[in-house]
T-cell receptor, first 112, second 116 residues
């Protein structure tokens, strides 16, 4: 079964607005990661949050993790047209040598 | 630092043929991962190699295989190609923590495999 599932599937906002994307998962995890993919390119790692962390910041990105609800959110503040991309959460089940499982992604469109 | 490189960029094959995709990881990275990204299906995990050994394998048939060389580069081989194998194949590399827990992965731009 899919470990990480994002919502919404698609999000369209105006430049300058904030974008919030959510991810839910099913089993206990080691860590949760968020990635971005521009059209036709590979994925770019954005941020990693460990299972014992609740919040993490990186520039305009803020990630929260609620292990009791098995959910995470990615907030992009003051969005820019260049933020237009697909965003994926990825989780690995608790334990060693666990594969990273990606959700189907959220398509974010930022209108100039 | 050079990123993850994949070759070829595009590959066109016909049903029943065999395809070989190549990946060079970032210098110093010992782990290499392969993913299939088909339209509408997200990223599906294929294989994970570290130090030349297979660490984990996704839910794919045995005609998907691979290997990792002593210089940590990797090949993905797909035999008896089927139409549904058409997809973007992504390779990623990472350091491996001593506990075997996943570290951030660095991706190449993929090989677009088209089966006619």
């Amino acid at each position: 079964s899919q470990q990480g599932e994002e919502d919404p599937q698609a999000l369209s906002i105006q430049e300058g607005e904030n974008a919030t994307m959510n991810c839910s998962y099913k089993t206990s995890i080691n860590n949760l990661q968020w990635y971005r993919q521009n059209s036709g390119r590979g994925l770019v790692h954005l941020i990693l949050i460990r299972s014992n962390e609740r919040e993490k910041h990186s520039g305009r990105l803020r990630v929260t993790l609620d292990t009791s609800k098995k959910s995470s959110s990615l907030l992009i503040t003051a969005s820019r047209a260049a933020d237009t991309a697909s965003y994926f959460c990825a989780t690995d089940r608790a334990g060693a040598n666990s594969k990273l499982t990606f959700g189907k992604g959220i398509t974010l469109s930022v209108r100039p | 630092e050079a990123g993850v490189t994949q070759s070829p960029t595009h590959l066109i094959k016909t049903r029943g043929q065999q395809a070989t995709l190549r990946c060079s990881p970032i210098s110093g990275h010992t782990s290499v991962y392969w993913y299939q990204q088909a339209l509408g299906l997200g990223l599906q995990f294929l294989l994970w190699y570290d130090e030349g050994e297979e660490r984990n394998r996704g839910n794919f048939p045995p005609r998907f295989s691979g290997r990792q060389f002593p210089n940590y580069s990797s090949e993905l081989n797909v035999n008896a190609l089927e139409l549904e194998d058409s997809a973007l194949y992504l390779c990623a590399s990472s350091l491996l923590s001593g506990t075997g827990i996943n570290q951030p992965q660095h991706f190449g731009d993929g090989t677009r495999l088209s089966i006619l």
